[in-house]
Protein backbone atom coordinates (compact mmCIF):
# COMPACT_ATOMS: atom_id res chain seq x y z
CA UNK A 1 0.00 0.00 0.00
CA UNK A 2 1.25 3.10 -0.72
CA UNK A 3 2.48 5.78 1.63
CA UNK A 4 -0.77 8.04 0.07
CA UNK A 5 -3.15 5.37 0.40
CA UNK A 6 -2.59 3.80 3.61
CA UNK A 7 -5.23 4.57 6.14
CA UNK A 8 -4.18 4.43 9.40
CA UNK A 9 -6.67 3.54 13.02
CA UNK A 10 -6.05 6.46 15.23
CA UNK A 11 -7.12 6.17 19.04
CA UNK A 12 -8.29 8.90 20.51
CA UNK A 13 -8.23 9.65 24.17
CA UNK A 14 -10.71 11.35 25.80
CA UNK A 15 -8.89 13.64 28.93
CA UNK A 16 -10.29 14.99 31.95
CA UNK A 17 -14.22 14.38 31.56
CA UNK A 18 -15.05 18.02 32.87
CA UNK A 19 -12.76 19.62 30.77
CA UNK A 20 -12.71 20.30 26.60
CA UNK A 21 -11.61 16.81 25.85
CA UNK A 22 -14.72 15.23 24.26
CA UNK A 23 -16.02 18.79 22.98
CA UNK A 24 -13.02 19.37 20.49
CA UNK A 25 -13.07 15.51 19.47
CA UNK A 26 -16.59 15.70 18.44
CA UNK A 27 -15.77 18.85 16.52
CA UNK A 28 -12.73 17.53 15.42
CA UNK A 29 -14.78 14.45 13.57
CA UNK A 30 -18.08 16.65 12.24
CA UNK A 31 -16.20 16.79 9.34
CA UNK A 32 -16.58 13.48 7.49
CA UNK A 33 -13.59 14.22 5.32
CA UNK A 34 -11.06 13.08 8.35
CA UNK A 35 -12.30 9.84 7.27
CA UNK A 36 -10.79 9.72 4.15
CA UNK A 37 -6.96 9.53 5.62
CA UNK A 38 -7.25 7.31 9.12
CA UNK A 39 -10.87 5.73 10.78
CA UNK A 40 -11.12 7.00 14.45
CA UNK A 41 -11.65 5.13 17.55
CA UNK A 42 -12.90 7.70 20.69
CA UNK A 43 -11.62 5.64 23.90
CA UNK A 44 -14.48 6.81 26.51
CA UNK A 45 -18.34 6.09 27.17
CA UNK A 46 -21.21 6.58 24.84
CA UNK A 47 -23.21 8.02 27.29
CA UNK A 48 -20.69 10.75 28.18
CA UNK A 49 -19.79 11.08 24.37
CA UNK A 50 -23.75 11.88 23.96
CA UNK A 51 -23.66 14.64 27.19
CA UNK A 52 -21.07 16.67 24.80
CA UNK A 53 -23.09 16.08 21.38
CA UNK A 54 -25.85 17.44 22.64
CA UNK A 55 -23.99 21.04 23.83
CA UNK A 56 -22.60 21.52 20.30
CA UNK A 57 -25.01 23.05 17.74
CA UNK A 58 -25.12 22.03 13.96
CA UNK A 59 -22.39 19.10 14.72
CA UNK A 60 -22.58 16.26 11.92
CA UNK A 61 -21.18 13.81 14.53
CA UNK A 62 -21.80 10.41 14.03
CA UNK A 63 -20.09 7.22 15.88
CA UNK A 64 -20.35 3.32 16.05
CA UNK A 65 -20.33 1.55 19.00
CA UNK A 66 -17.34 -1.35 18.86
CA UNK A 67 -19.00 -4.86 19.74
CA UNK A 68 -17.58 -7.60 21.16
CA UNK A 69 -16.37 -8.87 17.86
CA UNK A 70 -14.02 -5.62 17.03
CA UNK A 71 -15.26 -4.78 13.62
CA UNK A 72 -14.90 -1.20 13.05
CA UNK A 73 -17.03 0.96 10.60
CA UNK A 74 -14.87 2.81 8.35
CA UNK A 75 -17.33 5.21 7.10
CA UNK A 76 -17.55 6.93 11.02
CA UNK A 77 -16.07 6.99 14.39
CA UNK A 78 -15.98 4.30 16.29
CA UNK A 79 -16.46 4.05 19.83
CA UNK A 80 -14.48 1.62 22.47
CA UNK A 81 -16.65 1.47 25.36
CA UNK A 82 -13.73 2.18 28.24
CA UNK A 83 -16.44 1.65 31.39
CA UNK A 84 -20.37 1.00 32.24
CA UNK A 85 -21.15 2.92 35.08
CA UNK A 86 -23.11 6.64 34.99
CA UNK A 87 -20.63 8.82 35.46
CA UNK A 88 -22.05 12.55 36.86
CA UNK A 89 -20.10 15.48 34.45
CA UNK A 90 -19.82 18.30 35.84
CA UNK A 91 -17.82 20.70 33.09
CA UNK A 92 -15.21 23.38 33.87
CA UNK A 93 -14.99 21.64 37.79
CA UNK A 94 -11.80 20.38 39.17
CA UNK A 95 -12.74 16.81 40.76
CA UNK A 96 -11.02 14.19 41.36
CA UNK A 97 -13.07 11.34 40.80
CA UNK A 98 -13.38 12.37 37.11
CA UNK A 99 -9.46 11.67 36.82
CA UNK A 100 -9.76 7.74 37.28
CA UNK A 101 -12.18 7.93 33.83
CA UNK A 102 -9.06 9.74 31.75
CA UNK A 103 -7.03 7.30 33.08
CA UNK A 104 -9.55 4.25 32.19
CA UNK A 105 -9.48 5.50 28.51
CA UNK A 106 -5.28 6.37 28.24
CA UNK A 107 -4.65 3.17 29.70
CA UNK A 108 -7.69 0.87 26.87
CA UNK A 109 -5.54 3.22 24.07
CA UNK A 110 -2.35 2.28 24.96
CA UNK A 111 -3.27 -1.52 25.57
CA UNK A 112 -4.86 -1.50 21.86
CA UNK A 113 -1.52 -0.23 20.39
CA UNK A 114 0.78 -2.38 22.25
CA UNK A 115 -2.22 -4.87 20.29
CA UNK A 116 -1.37 -3.31 17.37
CA UNK A 117 -5.13 -2.64 16.75
CA UNK A 118 -4.22 0.91 16.14
CA UNK A 119 -1.18 2.61 14.67
CA UNK A 120 -1.37 6.24 16.62
CA UNK A 121 -3.04 8.38 19.30
CA UNK A 122 -3.84 12.01 19.92
CA UNK A 123 -4.63 12.48 23.55
CA UNK A 124 -7.19 15.10 24.76
CA UNK A 125 -5.88 16.83 27.52
CA UNK A 126 -6.17 15.66 31.37
CA UNK A 127 -5.89 17.48 34.50
CA UNK A 128 -2.54 16.64 35.88
CA UNK A 129 -3.60 16.61 39.58
CA UNK A 130 -7.28 14.69 39.10
CA UNK A 131 -5.41 12.11 37.34
CA UNK A 132 -2.96 10.90 39.98
CA UNK A 133 -3.66 7.50 41.46
CA UNK A 134 -1.87 4.73 42.02
CA UNK A 135 -1.52 3.38 38.36
CA UNK A 136 -1.06 7.05 37.45
CA UNK A 137 1.63 8.98 39.32
CA UNK A 138 3.00 10.74 35.95
CA UNK A 139 3.21 14.39 35.31
CA UNK A 140 1.39 14.13 31.98
CA UNK A 141 1.08 11.90 28.99
CA UNK A 142 4.54 11.90 27.67
CA UNK A 143 6.56 10.19 30.63
CA UNK A 144 3.45 7.78 30.99
CA UNK A 145 4.07 6.77 27.84
CA UNK A 146 7.56 6.33 27.94
CA UNK A 147 7.29 3.96 31.07
CA UNK A 148 4.59 2.27 28.88
CA UNK A 149 6.82 1.10 25.75
CA UNK A 150 9.50 0.79 28.37
CA UNK A 151 11.84 3.54 26.67
CA UNK A 152 14.48 4.86 28.72
CA UNK A 153 14.08 8.58 27.44
CA UNK A 154 11.43 10.20 25.29
CA UNK A 155 11.56 13.78 23.71
CA UNK A 156 8.88 16.20 24.32
CA UNK A 157 8.30 18.24 20.45
CA UNK A 158 6.80 20.85 19.52
CA UNK A 159 5.49 20.88 16.24
CA UNK A 160 4.13 23.63 13.57
CA UNK A 161 4.61 24.69 9.82
CA UNK A 162 7.79 27.01 11.02
CA UNK A 163 9.44 25.74 13.85
CA UNK A 164 9.49 22.86 16.30
CA UNK A 165 11.23 22.84 19.51
CA UNK A 166 11.71 20.25 22.28
CA UNK A 167 13.00 20.41 25.78
CA UNK A 168 15.34 18.63 28.14
CA UNK A 169 13.54 19.02 30.92
CA UNK A 170 9.59 19.13 31.03
CA UNK A 171 7.25 19.23 33.85
CA UNK A 172 9.20 19.97 36.49
CA UNK A 173 9.83 23.00 39.31
CA UNK A 174 11.72 25.68 38.12
CA UNK A 175 14.51 25.79 41.14
CA UNK A 176 14.76 22.28 39.95
CA UNK A 177 15.91 22.68 36.55
CA UNK A 178 19.34 23.22 36.83
CA UNK A 179 20.34 19.94 38.31
CA UNK A 180 18.36 18.38 35.88
CA UNK A 181 20.57 19.78 32.82
CA UNK A 182 23.04 17.27 32.69
CA UNK A 183 25.17 16.13 30.09
CA UNK A 184 23.66 12.98 29.60
CA UNK A 185 20.39 14.47 29.30
CA UNK A 186 20.87 16.80 26.81
CA UNK A 187 22.58 14.55 24.49
CA UNK A 188 20.19 12.10 25.16
CA UNK A 189 17.37 14.18 24.06
CA UNK A 190 19.78 15.47 20.82
CA UNK A 191 19.67 11.75 19.40
CA UNK A 192 16.29 11.17 19.53
CA UNK A 193 15.50 14.56 18.00
CA UNK A 194 18.39 13.78 14.91
CA UNK A 195 16.79 10.21 14.69
CA UNK A 196 13.16 11.34 14.62
CA UNK A 197 13.81 14.39 12.42
CA UNK A 198 15.21 11.84 9.98
CA UNK A 199 12.67 8.95 10.20
CA UNK A 200 9.36 10.94 10.76
CA UNK A 201 9.80 14.57 9.13
CA UNK A 202 12.22 12.87 6.18
CA UNK A 203 14.96 15.89 7.00
CA UNK A 204 18.21 13.72 5.53
CA UNK A 205 20.52 16.07 7.55
CA UNK A 206 19.19 17.74 10.13
CA UNK A 207 19.91 20.78 12.04
CA UNK A 208 19.74 21.65 15.44
CA UNK A 209 19.88 24.82 17.95
CA UNK A 210 21.04 24.50 21.34
CA UNK A 211 19.86 27.30 23.81
CA UNK A 212 21.83 27.74 27.11
CA UNK A 213 20.18 27.77 30.69
CA UNK A 214 20.85 31.42 31.92
CA UNK A 215 20.18 34.86 30.18
CA UNK A 216 22.85 35.60 27.52
CA UNK A 217 23.90 32.10 27.75
CA UNK A 218 26.30 32.71 30.75
CA UNK A 219 28.05 35.85 29.51
CA UNK A 220 31.42 33.27 29.95
CA UNK A 221 30.42 31.84 32.99
CA UNK A 222 29.35 35.71 34.34
CA UNK A 223 26.11 34.49 35.21
CA UNK A 224 26.26 30.99 35.53
CA UNK A 225 28.19 28.57 34.53
CA UNK A 226 26.50 25.40 33.01
CA UNK A 227 27.06 27.08 29.77
CA UNK A 228 30.70 26.76 30.11
CA UNK A 229 30.69 23.04 32.03
CA UNK A 230 28.04 21.09 30.47
CA UNK A 231 26.17 22.72 27.39
CA UNK A 232 29.34 23.61 25.10
CA UNK A 233 31.15 20.72 26.09
CA UNK A 234 28.48 18.79 25.07
CA UNK A 235 27.46 20.43 21.81
CA UNK A 236 31.25 19.61 20.99
CA UNK A 237 30.71 15.55 22.01
CA UNK A 238 27.14 15.55 19.77
CA UNK A 239 29.38 17.28 16.71
CA UNK A 240 31.80 14.72 16.91
CA UNK A 241 29.53 12.05 16.75
CA UNK A 242 27.63 13.18 13.58
CA UNK A 243 24.84 15.42 14.85
CA UNK A 244 24.55 18.95 13.74
CA UNK A 245 24.24 20.51 17.15
CA UNK A 246 24.46 24.10 17.55
CA UNK A 247 25.07 26.58 20.17
CA UNK A 248 24.58 27.45 22.88
CA UNK A 249 22.09 30.12 22.18
CA UNK A 250 20.43 33.22 24.17
CA UNK A 251 16.99 32.43 24.10
CA UNK A 252 15.65 36.02 24.03
CA UNK A 253 17.65 37.10 20.69
CA UNK A 254 17.47 33.72 19.34
CA UNK A 255 13.32 34.00 18.95
CA UNK A 256 13.34 37.77 19.17
CA UNK A 257 15.89 37.45 15.83
CA UNK A 258 14.06 34.65 13.73
CA UNK A 259 16.85 32.69 14.07
CA UNK A 260 14.67 29.41 14.31
CA UNK A 261 14.08 29.62 10.63
CA UNK A 262 18.19 28.36 10.13
CA UNK A 263 17.27 25.34 11.82
CA UNK A 264 15.20 22.03 11.80
CA UNK A 265 14.41 22.16 15.54
CA UNK A 266 15.58 23.54 18.68
CA UNK A 267 16.08 22.70 22.06
CA UNK A 268 15.04 24.47 24.94
CA UNK A 269 16.89 23.91 28.48
CA UNK A 270 13.15 24.04 30.55
CA UNK A 271 9.20 23.95 29.02
CA UNK A 272 8.37 27.94 29.28
CA UNK A 273 11.61 28.72 27.53
CA UNK A 274 10.36 26.93 24.67
CA UNK A 275 6.92 26.62 25.01
CA UNK A 276 6.38 30.16 25.48
CA UNK A 277 8.16 31.60 21.79
CA UNK A 278 6.33 29.01 20.31
CA UNK A 279 3.20 29.39 20.87
CA UNK A 280 3.76 32.99 20.58
CA UNK A 281 5.57 32.58 17.71
CA UNK A 282 4.25 29.28 15.79
CA UNK A 283 2.27 29.30 12.23
CA UNK A 284 -0.82 27.26 12.40
CA UNK A 285 -2.15 25.29 14.85
CA UNK A 286 0.65 23.95 17.30
CA UNK A 287 0.59 19.74 17.86
CA UNK A 288 2.86 18.22 20.50
CA UNK A 289 4.76 15.08 19.85
CA UNK A 290 6.30 12.23 21.60
CA UNK A 291 9.48 11.85 19.93
CA UNK A 292 11.17 8.69 20.49
CA UNK A 293 7.99 5.84 21.41
CA UNK A 294 7.72 2.72 18.79
CA UNK A 295 4.66 4.34 17.86
CA UNK A 296 3.48 7.83 17.35
CA UNK A 297 1.32 9.93 19.71
CA UNK A 298 0.28 13.25 19.26
CA UNK A 299 -1.63 15.85 21.38
CA UNK A 300 -3.03 19.56 21.05
CA UNK A 301 -0.99 22.29 22.37
CA UNK A 302 -3.58 23.05 25.11
CA UNK A 303 -4.97 22.31 28.35
CA UNK A 304 -8.32 20.92 29.54
CA UNK A 305 -9.86 24.47 29.57
CA UNK A 306 -12.06 24.25 32.44
CA UNK A 307 -13.40 27.80 32.29
CA UNK A 308 -14.94 27.28 28.43
CA UNK A 309 -15.71 23.73 28.94
CA UNK A 310 -19.09 22.25 28.67
CA UNK A 311 -20.27 26.19 27.13
CA UNK A 312 -19.40 24.77 23.23
CA UNK A 313 -17.55 27.13 22.50
CA UNK A 314 -14.10 25.88 22.20
CA UNK A 315 -11.62 26.10 19.25
CA UNK A 316 -10.81 22.51 17.88
CA UNK A 317 -8.27 23.10 15.69
CA UNK A 318 -5.71 22.16 17.43
CA UNK A 319 -6.75 18.79 18.16
CA UNK A 320 -7.39 18.10 14.20
CA UNK A 321 -4.21 19.64 13.39
CA UNK A 322 -2.62 16.95 16.07
CA UNK A 323 -4.87 14.04 14.41
CA UNK A 324 -3.49 15.06 11.00
CA UNK A 325 -0.05 15.30 12.04
CA UNK A 326 -0.41 11.74 13.61
CA UNK A 327 -1.51 10.25 10.47
CA UNK A 328 1.49 12.24 8.45
CA UNK A 329 3.99 11.03 10.77
CA UNK A 330 2.55 7.29 10.86
CA UNK A 331 2.88 7.95 6.85
CA UNK A 332 6.31 8.98 6.84
CA UNK A 333 7.67 6.62 9.11
CA UNK A 334 5.98 3.87 7.50
CA UNK A 335 7.88 5.08 4.04
CA UNK A 336 11.30 5.71 5.71
CA UNK A 337 11.25 1.59 7.16
CA UNK A 338 10.10 0.52 3.44
CA UNK A 339 12.30 2.26 2.47
CA UNK A 340 15.21 1.47 3.94
CA UNK A 341 14.62 -1.97 4.54
CA UNK A 342 16.94 -4.75 3.10
CA UNK A 343 19.50 -2.00 1.67
CA UNK A 344 21.32 -4.64 0.06
CA UNK A 345 18.33 -5.87 -1.84
CA UNK A 346 17.61 -2.47 -2.90
CA UNK A 347 21.39 -2.05 -4.07
CA UNK A 348 21.35 -5.68 -5.58
CA UNK A 349 17.71 -4.67 -7.68
CA UNK A 350 19.00 -1.22 -9.21
CA UNK A 351 22.25 -2.83 -10.12
CA UNK A 352 20.60 -5.65 -12.02
CA UNK A 353 17.71 -2.94 -13.36
CA UNK A 354 21.40 -0.82 -14.22
CA UNK A 355 22.32 -4.09 -16.43
CA UNK A 356 18.90 -4.69 -18.01
CA UNK A 357 19.22 -0.84 -19.03
CA UNK A 358 22.53 -1.12 -20.57
CA UNK A 359 21.49 -4.57 -22.10
CA UNK A 360 18.86 -2.94 -24.27
CA UNK A 361 20.66 0.40 -25.30
CA UNK A 362 23.28 -2.28 -26.63
CA UNK A 363 20.67 -3.82 -28.29
Given at each position: MSQELFKPVIGLSCGDLNGIGLEIIIKSLSDNRILDVCTPIIYANSKCLNFYRKSIHENNFQFSIIREDGKLNFKQANLQNCWEEEVAIHPGQLEPAVGKYAFLSLEAAVSDLKAGKIQGLVTAPIHKKTIQSDSF??????????????????????????????????HIPISEVAQHITSEAIMGKLKIMQSSLIRDFN??????????????SGDEGLIGDEEQRIIIPTIKEAKQKGILAFGPYSADAFFAHSSYQKFDAVLAMYHDQGLIPFKSLSTGEGVNYTAGLPIVRTSPDHGTAFDIAGKG????????AALYKCVDLIRERKFFDENHANPMQKRSSRVLANLEDEKVSDE
Open positions: HYSGHTPYLRDSFQQSDVVMMMVAENMRVAVVTEINKPKIAVLGLNPHIAKYESFL
